[in-house]
């Protein structure tokens, strides 16, 4: 299987937006996030999406500017996946809302700040 790279970039908001939207993810397929050069950058995954990552990564992943790190999708199921990328400074999310599964499935990547999701609309907040 590939690997997908996701490059963590800074906006002029603060925000650390990632530089894909959605990855196709599949068992076997590889997701590497990078923090860029001057980026500090923190992951929160859902629980669904945490549970088929390896290594499973804990309730947050800090990433220092130029750090990388990769995982390997160990199984997928028929739920929406996703993670938020927001700086270090900012609350940790305190939900999570990637919108209804796809198919096939995708992760869902998105900026966060402070337990706000930016980019899905129409679905309440699920603690």
């Known amino acids: 299987m590939s690997t997908t790279a996701v490059t963590l970039n800074e906006d002029s908001m603060g925000l650390c937006v990632p530089s894909v939207k959605s990855v196709p993810i599949a068992t076997g397929a590889q997701i ?4 860029a050069q001057g980026v500090n ?21 800090a990433l220092s500017p130029g750090q990388s790190i990769t995982y390997t999708i160990s199984s997928v199921g028929s739920v929406a996946y996703g993670v938020l990328t927001q700086p270090p400074q900012f609350q940790a999310p305190h939900f999570f809302d990637f919108g209804a599964p796809q198919t096939p499935p995708v992760l869902v990547i998105q900026p ?16």
């Open 112 to 127: 966060g700040m402070g337990g706000i999701a930016f980019g899905v609309a129409g679905n309440p907040p699920r603690t």
């Open 41 to 61: 950058a923190v992951l929160y995954f859902s629980p669904a999406t945490a549970a088929i990552l390896s290594p499973a990564p804990g309730a947050s992943v």
């Open 32 to 35: 590497m996030f990078t923090a």
